[in-house]
């Protein structure tokens, strides 16, 4: 992956539980970490088909591979400036270790 094309910051968060100060579960997003990626819009419409449902993805953020990176999952999110993406899907292209796409949807 050349660095050249991973000129964004994405902040890559998970939804974790946590106790307030009344000792009520509350859920809060998590920063899992913060790299340099490729935020590249689609061109038209590109669906990923999951459970038989077809969720619309919108953007592909690309990101050096990482260990900590690798545990993402599709409920976690990512986090572009003000942006924010749902993940929907997580790819190792070729299991090669090498980088991550991610598949998301803009939130909102």
Request: charged share 30%.
């Amino acid at each position: 992956m050349r660095a050249g094309r991973l000129r964004h910051i994405v902040v890559f968060k998970r939804l974790t539980g946590a106790t307030n100060d009344y000792g009520e579960q509350v859920q809060t997003w998590t920063e899992i970490g913060t790299c340099r990626a490729a935020v590249e819009p689609l061109n038209g419409k590109e669906y990923f088909a999951k459970s038989g449902e077809n969720t619309e993805v919108t953007t592909r953020i690309r990101v050096r591979y990482d260990a900590v990176l690798s545990t993402l999952k599709p409920s976690d999110r990512a986090e572009h400036g003000t942006v924010i993406y749902d993940i929907k899907a997580v790819i190792n292209p070729s299991e090669k270790n090498r980088e991550l796409v991610l598949m998301c949807e803009r939130d909102g």
